[in-house]
């Protein structure tokens, strides 16, 4: 029997207001997200990847259709532990310490203190921020606080694991570390979708959906890469 999907769209749609100033971010769409994909979500910006990144994590609900998660559960299930976003803005809790922040998922999904840190303090490494473990986020810049944000998705060990333009701060190097944690993170049957401008990160990952006017086409990996259907 085929792996059920981690994340499923069946007409799912997304209208914020209504009538005469009614805003379609995502027209109706399906899609499944397999144990195992990597995939690259492209278009303009506004043309609805954000939008349907919410959906896909349960943070939205669609106003017309459907998302499911066959393979983990329903929505109050998603979190702590099956699935983790990366925000395009700034996400970190402002009290605690980017070590404290790092550690909060592993922490929430019930590991004992000790064992969450200590893989926070090794996600950390991992993304060249061991130095900043101490720091609050306002002492760090909005680069550093962005893989610091890929540091705490991926310390809970999430099966379904979500990143907004996750190197749109970040200079190529730093790119490069991020993506390179990002995709170590769901190594095996978790899933990475990775909303992006970036061509060098899309040509890593290995589907390629693309959205323009809020319109979804998840057949879009050799359109755009033979004639670059899409622009950053």
Known sequence: MADRPLARCRGAGRTYGGGST???ALQPADCDVAPGARIALVGPSGSGKSTLLHLLAGLDEPSVGTVEWPDIGGRAELRPGPVAVVFQGPSLLAPLTVLENVALPAILGGRPDHDARERARLALETLELAELADKLPEEISGGQAQRVAVARAVTGEPRLLL???PT???????AAVLI??????????????VATH???????????WELRNGRLRTDAASVSRERGAWSP
Not at 168 to 174: F, K, P, R
Not at 198 to 208: C, G, K, N, P, Y
């Open 22 to 24: 009614a805003t379609v």
């Open 180 to 193: 390179a944690a990002l995709l170590a993170a769901a190594a095996g049957t978790g899933a990475l979708v």
């Open 163 to 165: 990143a907004d333009e």
């Open 168 to 174: 749109g701060q970040l200079d190529h190097a730093s």
């Open 198 to 208: 970036d061509v060098a990160v899309a040509d890593q990952l290995d589907e390629r």
